[in-house]
């Protein structure tokens, strides 16, 4: 029997996720139409759901997102609430019409329960990762099969989350993570060039996504002031992610690149001979961390969710924070990695 997701405890205001998910047997299924429409709908279930999505990157076979979520408020969704957010669907099993019969019907019966439960039902879904990311990743499959003439699943497995702590280096690097992944597989030398990610869809001039960035510098900074000016914002992720050495202008005396990176064997000889590597080092490489580490932050927010959610492991295990290995900062995760750090 698998375990249940790891989630924020229940008295977090406010709670940021790392969430990628895979195609079933790893095609590449994603060619420029499907990964406009994922971001179409992505965008969509957003505003439906209540979650914001911070940045994004949309590969040939994989999806990574980061999600803010709030925790659901006090006061539940009237009916023309509800109403309204079906209304913005562009297609669901649940039609405006369908909702307004129903409502028709649970109260020529002066049944009050019986519509708030009916109502409770559809927000259920709403301020909740599962609950996005499941209506997502069927709309898109529902698009998928009909435009392909095909049935079955699209998704290899359940989604993986990682419990990110919102403020600080480990947002703003799970952020720049996600947005370096095309330059990561080769796709680009530069993010602002891919449009199917959070930081090129804001370089592009996406309002949405630039807002959603700026928001990340000024959590992971802490300069709330920064919002107003997203311009400005846009600027300094664009100098933490290529900060610190991570881009080297012109070409190398053998006219290839001048910016060569560290290949993943220099990275493991550095590991086993217990050295470190800076954070953006870190970012150019595959770690597995940033998608199986279920929780990512200080060690105070590591152990600070470990003992809210004590019950999940072992009386044998004290505390939850575990250093990532290798790494010169003060990051850790809630789960440690046994092998396999890069892939």
């Known amino acids: 029997m698998r375990q249940r997701r790891l989630k924020a405890p229940a008295s977090y205001p406010v709670a940021h996720y790392h969430c990628m998910s895979r195609v079933v047997n790893r095609d590449f299924v994603f060619g420029p139409q499907e990964r ?16 914001r999505v911070l940045t994004y990157c949309i590969l040939s076979n994989h999806f990574h997102l980061l999600v803010e979520v709030s925790a659901r408020p006090v006061q539940p969704l009237s009916a023309d609430e509800v109403l309204a957010r079906i209304e913005a669907l562009s297609s669901s099993a649940l039609t405006p019409n369908h909702f307004r019969q129903r409502l028709k019907q649970f109260r020529a019966a002066g049944d009050s329960a019986g519509e708030r439960a009916f109502l409770d039902r559809i927000c259920a879904t709403m ?40 403020a600080g280096d480990p947002l703003s690097a799970m952020a720049a993570y996600i947005d370096l992944n095309p330059v990561r597989a080769g796709l680009v030398d530069d993010p602002k060039d891919y449009r199917w990610c959070g930081y090129g869809a804001a ?75 800076s954070l953006p080092e870190y970012l150019q490489l595959r770690v597995r961390y940033f998608a199986d580490g279920a929780v ?13 959610l004590r019950d999940r492991w072992g009386p044998n295990r004290n505390d939850g924070a575990r250093p990532m290995q290798g790494l010169n900062s003060e990051l850790c995760v809630l789960r440690d990695l046994r092998k396999q750090v890069f892939g």
Request: aromatic letters at 12%; hydrophobic letters at 40%; glycine letters at 12%.
């Open 296 to 308: 990512l932050g200080t060690r105070e927010y590591v152990d600070g969710v470990f003992h809210a």
């Open 36 to 51: 406009e429409e994922f971001v179409r709908l992505l965008r969509e279930y957003e505003r439906f759901c209540g979650v």
């Open 127 to 166: 301020w909740d990762i599962s609950g996005y990311l499941q209506r997502l990743k069927q709309r898109f499959t529902q698009w998928f099969n009909r435009r392909k003439g095909r049935r079955g699943v699209l998704w290899e497995e359940r989604f993986k989350s990682v419990l990110v702590e919102g």
């Open 203 to 277: 370089a592009a001039g996406d309002v949405i996504a630039r807002e959603a960035l700026a928001s990340v510098i000024a959590m992971a900074h802490r300069r709330p002031e920064i919002t107003r000016d997203p311009g400005e914002a846009l600027a300094t992720y664009r100098m933490w992610l290529f900060g610190q050495g991570e881009e080297r202008e012109g070409t190398a005396p053998d006219g290839g690149s001048a910016w060569k990176g560290f290949s993943r064997e220099s990275v493991l000889a550095v590991l086993a001979a217990r050295g470190k590597v």
